[in-house]
């Protein structure tokens, strides 16, 4: 069974949600995501390439080519879709003229009440900081 993720995009308003079957714990998913993301600048007209995003929209576009290269593995699912069988959440986040942020979350879903989920806040912030904050931390550290 794989290690389910969702990966929220947001601006003022959430764009759309990419689901990732597998790998999607903070040292796969969240580091590759964050890979990607380090040196990106999000920007509204202004068009830097390369590693320039017009807007979150253009942002979450390129994230999902990076990703979806074939069948299978990554889903696009509609704004606003949760309780996917997550067991971790990515929101990308950010405004004009910065690099993208990140919040990484664990989510723990008991999925015998029809409500009910603990989110864990595992990181928030620029992309690069996750990167430092991955290599700093162990996976025990990680893994709620």
Known sequence: ??????????????????????????????????????????THGKIEKPRTANGM?????????HFK???????LMPAGRRRAGEE????????SPMEPHIR????TCFEMLLEG???????DGPASA?????DETTESEVTP
């Open 69 to 75: 290269t074939g069948p299978g593995e990554f889903y």
């Open 1 to 42: 069974m794989g290690t389910r993720s969702l990966t929220i995009f947001q601006e003022k308003e959430e764009i759309a949600v990419l689901y990732r079957q597998f790998d999607g714990y903070p040292e796969g998913h969240g580091r590759e995501l964050a890979e990607f993301l380090a040196g990106f600048k999000v």
């Open 88 to 95: 971790y959440r990515y929101t990308v986040y950010g405004v």
């Open 104 to 107: 990484a979350e664990a989510v």
């Open 57 to 65: 929209q253009c942002l979450a576009a390129q994230i999902i080519a």
């Open 130 to 134: 996750m990167l430092t904050w991955l």
């Open 117 to 123: 989920e603990t989110v864990t806040l595992l990181f």
